[in-house]
């Protein structure tokens, strides 16, 4: 496989791929500490706080990563924005049918659903923090850019500059 020439690519495969790990983690962690304190109610109430906020955040980087391969299209930024966007809007449906499927269901635990819906969207911003920090993205610096007013200084100065 090549490398994208996106450089946002490798960063959101990662946070999928991480988020998944942690994911799983969390649903067995949830589940045996929902089935503790509230049963078998708290152990589905858990695991769909776990799964509802993992799908939720998975929508945006998976919408991001499916926009990223119409790079260098003509019509890339459109594209990107409409996947991007629908993306959105799908996760405000499912938003809606989750809330009024689970709003009335006699097995929700209200806390243990809360609490497992908050540790997995913690885990996720520790997740996207850590690899924002560890992953290496190439970039230039102290360029001189031909609208740049200072650019005409630093091009005399530059090494190899005749």
């Known amino acids: 496989m090549s490398a994208s020439p996106v450089s946002s690519t490798p960063i959101l495969r990662t946070v999928l791929v991480w988020s998944g790990a942690v994911t799983a983690v969390l649903a067995v962690v949830g589940a045996v500490v929902g089935f503790l ?12 706080g776990v799964v509802i906020a993992a799908l939720f955040l998975a929508i945006t980087a998976a919408s991001i990563l499916i926009a990223n391969r119409w790079f260098g299209d003509a019509l890339y930024v459109p594209i990107f924005f409409g996947i991007v966007l629908g993306g959105w809007i799908l996760k405000f449906v499912v938003f809606l049918i989750a809330l009024f499927v689970l709003r009335d269901q006699p097995w929700i635990v209200g806390p243990v659903f809360f609490l497992a819906l908050v540790a997995s969207v913690l885990a996720s911003l520790a997740i996207d923090v850590v690899v924002l920090m560890r992953m290496r993205v190439p970039h230039v610096s102290d360029v001189a850019l031909p609208t740049d007013p200072d650019a005409g200084d630093r091009r005399d100065d530059a090494p190899g500059a005749i």
């Open 37 to 48: 304190v509230a049963g078998t109610d708290g152990l589905w109430s858990a695991l769909a």
